[in-house]
Nanobody, 130 residues
Framework: QVQLVESGGGSVQTGGSLRLSCAAS??????????MGWFRQAPGKEREAVAN????????YYADPVKGRFTVSQDNAKNTVALEMNSLKPEDTAMYYC?????????????????????RGQGTQVTVSS
């Protein structure tokens, strides 16, 4: 089982920035085979994939609400993934979770694969006030 340790998060005002980081340990295979990323869940809402790498960091996926504001980056040498969040909005308020899974053939199924085959961190809270 892969262990994931998140850091970052906190409270900011609308328009502010935050950076989330996540370090993975315990990979069975080369880190380049894993797609790391972030999903979030707000109270009363379904969880949603926010951003993740595709094919081990070669390309990326972003949910429409965060496109142009968030940047995900995976460092296979360090087994880390970061999420740079800019122009934050109150609707970005949620618990953010780091996750990793062997890259699925269908990049659009990353979150489903995370919960079926992958690993997740404990989560870090992001709160954006207006």
């Amino acid at each position: 089982q892969v262990q994931l340790v998140e850091s970052g998060g906190g409270s900011v005002q609308t328009g502010g920035s935050l950076r989330l980081s996540c370090a993975a340990s315990g990979y069975t295979y080369s880190s380049s085979l894993y797609c790391m990323g972030w999903f979030r869940q707000a109270p009363g809402k379904e969880r949603e994939a926010v951003a993740n790498t595709v094919r081990g960091g070669g390309s990326t996926y972003y949910a429409d609400p965060v496109k142009g504001r968030f940047t995900v980056s995976q460092d296979n040498a360090k087994n880390t993934v970061a999420l740079e969040m800019n122009s934050l909005k109150p609707e970005d308020t949620a618990m953010y979770y780091c996750a990793t899974v062997i890259c699925p053939l269908d990049a659009g199924h990353w979150l489903r694969y995370v919960f079926e085959y992958g690993d997740r961190g404990q989560g870090t809270q992001v709160t954006v006030s207006s």
